[in-house]
């Protein structure tokens, strides 16, 4: 038998809003992915999401994707939009000049039987990285179910707070911070998946 060769990795890019998040670029390609995922009738309570993706040296990182997808506020998982416009899924380009992102949603429910704590999935891209890379955001006042969190807990606890997002009140609505680190001492903990 005879072994073939790996292929060769590319990176995203080098205009990965322009492959990933079209809307971004000012195309109308695909439907809108949005940055509002729950839509404005969705049950649940409201949140904002914000953060940085930066480098190892703290620079923004120009030309990257966030894209996220979560559970409502019951803790479930939609398989297609809702009549509520919930989705579930969203893309955010980053803003090129400060690596700015923002979202707002609901913040998500534990699902029925599961250990797991309330948290979004993302999914990042960038110029220069090979693999996505995926972590978890979980939110600072929930710490009672982040204590039982099984993924959670398998990470260095010295590490842990590379995925926790810290709340603030602005307006009257929640609004958590999550700056994603993709280098350095501060590097946000990234899963193998």
Not at 108 to 136: E, K, Y
């Amino acid at each position: 038998m005879t072994q073939l060769k790996e292929t060769p990795s590319q990176t995203a890019g080098p205009y990965v809003h322009i492959g990933l998040a079209t809307e971004a670029a000012g195309f109308n390609v695909f439907p809108a992915f949005g940055t509002d995922i729950a839509g404005p009738d969705a049950a649940g309570q409201r949140i904002r999401i914000e953060g940085s993706l930066l480098d190892g040296e703290g620079v923004p990182m120009a030309d990257a994707l966030v894209e996220i997808w979560q559970a409502d506020g019951e803790g479930c998982y939609p398989d297609v939009a809702t009549n509520t416009g919930f989705t579930g899924f969203g893309r955010v380009v980053p803003d090129f000049s400060s690596g700015d992102f923002a979202f707002e949603t609901v913040k998500p429910g534990i699902a029925d039987g599961s250990a797991d704590a309330p948290h979004l999935n993302l999914w990042i891209v960038a110029r220069g990285v090979n693999l996505g890379l995926n972590t978890r955001l979980y939110f600072d006042d929930e710490a009672r179910a982040n204590f039982s969190d099984p993924v959670l807990n398998l990470v260095d606890p010295a590490r842990r707070k590379t995925l926790i997002a810290t709340r603030s009140d602005r307006e009257g609505m929640p609004a958590y911070r999550f700056d994603i680190r993709i280098q350095g001492d501060k590097e946000t903990v990234f899963f193998d998946v």
